[in-house]
């Protein structure tokens, strides 16, 4: 063998661990880091630590894991982050771009750890509340006027509960539900929800038709059950014994405005002598008058008092004298 092919074998013998040691040597000082796609985190402050998975000299994976990457200022807000972003990051904060590896996703998707409570679930929980504290006994039925929106906790939203309360909702005809949600044993936000309340009510219908001045009773009159908007009148009874103003025909509901009491007989007549009787605790005064005016129990009538001949005004009792009116 030549001296020439020697010397080289000789030369390549040496060069090869020289090679191998610095190749180690630079792969040991690389930062290598890898990148999801898509990652959610607890904390609203980024760095690059949470977001990559990094390896490499631990003094530099040190040094990278605390580089800040911004933050999430708003619930359901999505940052998006490019290598170009990371490496110039990286840069800035003295690991030159030679000395890193990304490996994975071109661009990574950050995105806070949050839970969303529906409009639905609020309703569900407002109805449920209703259901089981029905704001008036004759309340049937309700239906959600005013959706709510959303709600979404940041973090890991530990302990979530709900405390519904019934509030003013300035209607007659609505219920306001509030629902207090709380987390690790504070209130973290309030959610309302309108209802519109259904009532069980009645009303009088016809069932001939009916002349004027006909008394109303259950053989031309019928009770009916309905659903309506609003409460029924506290004061509300059957119209029995009140006469029709009109004729009514047959199927009409009954109002107020169709119908009258029925008319007490006149029992004082214009002229006629009445006792004036004033009585009160501890003394009795009674005079004589007469009726100036036609009246009937109760009304207010002029009387003229026959002794002084004065003029007052006076009550019509049941059994025809009349009481001054002071």
Known sequence: MSNKIVNTILIMCLLL???????????????????????????????????GIIRGQESLVAKASKIALGQISAPGQKIVIDRKTLLSRLACNGIPVWKVTLTGAETITIQQQERTIRSDEFIKLASSYLEKNPPGISVCGFNP????????????GKDISFSPRLVSSGAGNQAKVEIAIHSGGKIIGTSEIIFKLKYN????VTKIDIPTGTVISPDNV???????NYPESVDWKPPYGLISKRQIPTKTVLHPNMLSPVKSPIITKRNQKVVIRIDMPGFLITAFGKAMQDGRAGDYIKVRNVDSQRIILAMINEDGSVKPAF
């Open 201 to 204: 009510c009645r009303q009088a």
């Open 222 to 228: 019928k009770i009916e059950k309905i659903t309506s």
């Open 145 to 156: 006027i005013r959706i709510p929106q959303d709600f979404i906790i940041t973090g890991t």
């Open 17 to 51: 661990p020289v090679h191998s040691n610095a190749g180690n040597t630079k792969k040991d000082s690389a930062l290598q880091i890898y990148l999801p796609r898509e990652i959610t985190i607890k904390d609203k402050h980024l760095s690059l630590g949470q977001v």
